[in-house]
């Protein structure tokens, strides 16, 4: 009996509830102010566990992209790939620091190929590369070596080698942006010349290109680049 009787307690709670949401509209409005507010909450718990999973998944996939190219950069060199990613942690590779401030292509015009334009791109990038420094000092310190190359017109960055346990503090470094393997290229075609008959042209004929005049006629060639200047202008044959 005793159970009959909470079964129909709680039958007639409920009738009473339902007669005074029917009797006053306010009720109703309250009931679903409240109903609101939790379904509120359940949403808002819901989405937050939602973006700390796919946060978690991003950082996780980050890390397996990064420990990829690592592994790339060591067998593009020729040297041993770790199976585990604790053996992988003492390796060294070349990595390159961008810097969160901006490039130099991002705060001058653009190129027109005068010697004007060049003068102006030039001073940029060194005035980017400069700035640089302090970053730079800093991370040669933490890994103990000096950086290999700086850029300052595409890219305000520089690249160093580090081992892969540093990667950590050198991005929480302030300034630092990105910390990213270097992409390493090799020759995958050694047999070219063999192909094209070339070292029999060097030994009969006892040439190999010193001397040639090459000419380029290109109206996107820009004579007046440092890259296609000689070194020595007095063994140059045109003016």
């Known amino acids: 009996m005793g159970v009959v009787r909470k079964k129909t307690t709680s039958l ?14 306010q009720s109703v409005t309250v009931f679903g102010d409240v109903t609101k507010g939790l379904t509120d909450k359940v949403s808002k718990a819901k989405l937050k566990k939602t973006l700390d999973s796919a946060a978690s998944e991003a950082k996780k996939n980050q890390k397996t992209t990064f420990e990829e190219k690592v592994k790339a950069q060591l067998k593009a060199k020729g040297l041993t790939v770790p199976s585990s990613s604790s053996e992988l942690q003492n390796k060294t590779v070349t990595v390159i620091v961008e810097l969160d401030k901006k490039a130099a292509s991002q705060s001058t015009a653009s190129p027109t190929g005068s010697t004007k ?5 030039d001073k940029a990038t060194q005035s980017t590369i400069q700035a640089q420094k302090p970053v730079r000092d800093q991370v ?19 690249s160093i080698n580090a081992k892969v346990s540093d990667i950590s503090a ?11 393997p270097a992409n390493v290229y090799a ?5 070219a010349n063999e192909i094209a008959n070339v070292p029999q042209v060097w030994s009969k004929y006892k040439l ?20 296609l200047t000689l070194d020595n202008n007095s063994s140059e044959k045109l003016t």
């Open 12 to 25: 007639f709670l409920v009738s009473t509830i339902l007669s005074s949401f029917v009797v006053n509209p």
């Open 170 to 180: 050198i991005q929480a470094i302030k300034g630092v942006k990105a910390v990213t």
């Open 208 to 227: 190999k290109g010193e001397g040639t005049l090459i000419a380029i006629i290109d109206s996107g060639i820009d004579p007046t680049h440092k890259d």
């Open 187 to 191: 020759p995958q075609d050694q047999s």
């Open 117 to 121: 334009s060049i003068n102006l791109i």
């Open 140 to 158: 040669a310190t933490l890994t103990g070596n000096k950086p290999k190359k700086t850029f300052g017109y595409l890219l305000n960055g520089f």
